[in-house]
């Protein structure tokens, strides 16, 4: 899969990579927050919030 192909992916996928952030277990959420990463740049950093949150959760 090429760069563009991956950001196409999750452009068209995005609400279903947010669902499985939220719901997934934890290797949805690590798949869903490489593909944000994978995604470019901007998604870095929103990938990192997600999985603080995801990991703050999981803690309780």
Same mark, same amino acid.
């Given at each position: 899969?090429?760069?563009? *192909?991956?950001? $196409? =992916?999750?452009?068209?996928?995005? $609400?279903? /990579? =947010? =669902?499985? &952030? ?10 869903? /927050? @490489?593909? &944000? /990463?994978?995604?470019?740049?901007? !998604?870095? $950093? &929103?990938?990192?919030?997600? &999985?603080?949150?995801?990991? !703050?959760?999981? @803690? *309780?």
């Amino acid at each position: 899969m090429t760069d563009d *192909e991956l950001r $196409e =992916y999750v452009a068209q996928h995005r $609400e279903d /990579i =947010y =669902y499985a &952030l939220q719901e997934g277990d934890r290797w949805a959420r690590t798949v869903a /927050i @490489s593909a &944000l /990463i994978a995604a470019g740049d901007a !998604e870095v $950093e &929103l990938a990192k919030r997600e &999985l603080e949150a995801a990991q !703050e959760t999981e @803690s *309780e």
